[in-house]
Every structure is written in structure tokens, then in C-alpha cells.
């Protein structure tokens, strides 16, 4: 994967080459993103850059011995860790690792690096549990680091999602990081920064990864799934500068996953002041896994927003698909002003407590009960 492969982000890549090229790269550097901006594939894209032997101007030759095996995600001095579980052949009592499920991996980065967190845990066979990093990752960190590079001046490390790591593999991580092996770079990349050891991010470069500019978004769109330019960027217009925003917004028009239907359901079910349906929701959701009741609250959380802009007569920022238009303003009625700020700590509040591994039955029976009580109560 090269700089070429990244969607957009030109300045970020302009700024990452010259790092290399001036010899300033930091031995830790953390991509904070939000989900689908390409922290993933600048990081490889980086990887393949800092090893090649021929580098053009700008990017990795893609011709060298070291580009063939960075294509494929082979190369020996590159190394991957993220969160994991135990499936069906990988049992609890083996310690999951990274490297049990590296081919897994590989496919999926090589198929489309802009996969979310449970694109990757359901190729895994993971889908009602979430991705830790344990110690004994951190232990599989120091040993593969405590060697000297085999083919590349420099060994990489690429971490994806460090904030999934407990606080034992995080101390051990931070003095890694405090003193690293010689020729040693750790590569982050990071959705929620709050969920990390101040002391592992004192240490580190912290290099904000940008939205996609529209148009970089619009010609992928264009290009990936066929749409004339200006679907393409009428999609990419209400995607957020993230691929994976525009990925779920296509499937909830086009594959029908559930969370649209569920989420007007309760909507209208609280309106109409059927409780019990919204209890047989809210027990639904709660037997769903961690990772895809998270989705549902961002889903509900952006349909929320929706909702919201469009009550405020702002329907050109709402993001609205002309299908959903009209359910969207119907439902601006139910919510006054000072209901979406309650609702959106609602919406986080679950999703931290679904993190703590609190009751999902708890979470959604709350959570739907209390936007119940709260449309029931604007209806009157």
C-alpha cells in the first residue's frame, strides 16, 4: 500500500514525506482519526515509504524488494498488533493474539484498509464480543522488537486501535516507548485518544488525521461503486470526510441492516405511546453484541442529528437522503430545543457503559424508556 492508495489527506502526506526525507520521523507517532479518514492506510502507506529503496518523489517506487513484500503486507520488519478475541478455534485460555489471526487480517486491509472496528471483528468471528490488546500481546511487542531489522533499516510496529489495550499491556507499551530498541518506530492509529495513558501520549507525536475533502471522496465514490460524478458527490457530500460514514450510509439505502427500521420504530412507538413495544426494542438491541449495539448508537445519534437540523430548517446540512426526507421532518416534531443536547449525552452515556461491560439490557431499557418519556412528554 502507498501514499497513491490513500484517499485525499494530499497536505498530511506532503508533510509525512518531507518528515522522512529531513530525517525528523518520531520514534512514536499516534494517526488520531475519527473512524474512516485513512489513519490505517497512511500508516502503512508511511511504512512502505520509510523502507523502500528507490523512493520516487512522494511515494514508496512500488518496484523494489521491500515494496513487493510491503504490498503484501509480508514484510519482516513489519509488524501488526489490534484488539482480538477468542472464536471458535482460537479458546480463551490460549491468550488471543494478534498473530492468530494475521491472515485474516491481511486479507482484510488488502481488500479495503477502510474497514471499521466490527468489519473486522466479524471477519474474526468475533461479533458479540469486543477486541482487547492483553498483556500477552505487549509481551509478543517486546519480543519481536527486541530483534535487530532483518531486511529495512528500521522495524515497525503498527498498532491499530491502542486504546483497546488494559492497563497492564498499556504500562508495558509505555516503557517500550520510554526506551525503545534501537531503530525502532511505533506507528498509532487512534479513534478515541481520551481512553489512552496520558503518560504513553506525553510521549508520542500526535498527527490529527483530517476529513476527507469532498471531491478526493466523491472520485473514490465515483470510482468504487460506479455512480455518475454527480451521485458520487451528492454522496460524498453527506459522508463526513469518512469512508466509513459514506460505507454505512450506502447500506443502510441499500443493504436494509436493520438500524433505520428499528430506530423509527422507537421513534414511532413513543409517539403513539406504546410502551411495551418500545420495551420488546429495547430487549432486542440488548441481545445484540457490544460492537453492533455501539454501531446502533451512532446510527441513532446521526439519525438524531438529522432529525435535529432539519426541525431547525437547516435540511442542507442535516445529511438527509432524499429517501428519508420526509420521515425526517415528520419527526421534528416530537423534539424541542433543549431534547437533543439530553438525548446526545443519552446516546454517550450508553456507549460508555456498554464499553464497562454493563448489562446491555440495562443500557437499552434505559435508553429507549427515557427517549420515550421524553417524546411522550413534548407530545403533551
Excluded at 505487549?138 to 498498532?159: T, V, Y
Aim: hydrophobic content about 40%.
Amino acid at each position: 500500500m502507498f501514499f497513491s492508495d490513500v484517499i485525499g489527506q494530499e497536505e498530511l502526506k506532503k508533510s509525512l514525506v518531507e518528515a522522512v526525507d529531513g530525517g525528523h520521523m518520531a520514534h512514536a507517532t499516534i494517526f488520531l482519526e475519527e473512524p474512516g479518514r485513512g489513519g490505517l492506510a497512511l500508516a502503512i502507506a508511511l511504512a512502505s515509504y520509510i523502507s523502500c529503496e528507490n523512493k520516487t518523489e512522494g511515494d514508496s517506487c512500488g518496484h523494489c524488494k521491500s515494496c513487493v513484500k510491503h504490498a503484501k503486507l509480508v514484510h519482516p520488519d513489519l509488524h501488526f498488533v489490534f484488539p482480538v478475541n477468542s472464536n471458535k478455534s482460537v479458546s480463551s485460555d490460549k491468550k488471543p493474539v494478534s498473530d492468530m489471526f494475521i491472515d485474516t487480517w491481511r486479507e482484510l486491509v488488502l481488500d479495503d484498509p477502510y474497514f471499521t472496528e466490527q468489519d473486522f471483528y466479524s471477519a474474526i468471528g468475533i461479533d458479540n464480543k469486543s477486541g482487547l490488546i492483553n498483556v500477552s500481546e505487549a509481551q509478543e511487542i517486546l519480543r519481536k522488537l527486541s530483534f535487530k531489522p532483518m531486511e529495512s533499516e528500521f522495524k515497525i510496529m503498527i498498532i491499530w486501535l491502542p486504546e483497546k489495550m488494559n492497563g497492564e499491556a498499556a504500562n508495558k507499551l509505555l516503557k517500550l516507548i520510554e526506551e525503545p530498541p534501537a531503530k525502532t518506530l511505533f506507528f498509532m492509529v487512534c479513534n478515541s485518544i481520551d481512553k489512552m495513558l496520558p503518560t504513553i501520549l506525553s510521549r508520542c507525536r500526535i498527527v490529527k488525521v483530517p476529513p476527507i475533502a469532498k471531491g478526493d471522496l466523491a472520485r473514490r465514490i465515483e470510482k468504487q461503486y460506479g455512480l455518475s460524478a454527480e451521485d458520487a458527490a451528492a454522496w460524498a457530500g453527506i459522508s463526513s470526510g469518512s469512508m466509513t460514514v459514506f460505507k454505512e450510509r450506502w447500506n443502510e439505502e441499500h443493504e436494509q441492516h436493520g438500524f433505520k427500521e428499528t430506530v423509527e420504530e422507537l421513534l414511532d412507538s413513543s409517539i403513539s405511546g406504546d410502551l411495551s413495544r418500545v420495551i420488546d426494542i429495547a430487549t432486542g438491541l440488548s441481545e445484540t453484541g457490544r460492537e453492533q449495539q455501539k454501531a446502533f448508537c451512532r446510527y441513532l445519534s446521526g439519525y438524531l442529528r438529522r432529525i435535529c437540523l432539519c426541525g431547525f430548517g437547516m435540511p442542507d446540512l442535516s445529511g438527509c437522503l432524499p429517501s428519508e426526507m420526509d420521515a425526517v421532518r415528520g419527526y421534528s416534531a416530537a423534539f424541542d430545543r433543549d431534547s437533543y443536547e439530553k438525548i446526545y449525552a443519552l446516546i454517550n452515556e450508553s456507549v460508555s457503559c456498554i464499553d464497562s461491560n454493563v448489562s446491555g439490557k440495562l443500557v437499552f431499557m434505559d435508553l429507549c424508556c427515557r427517549i420515550y418519556a421524553m417524546v411522550r412528554r413534548n407530545g403533551k
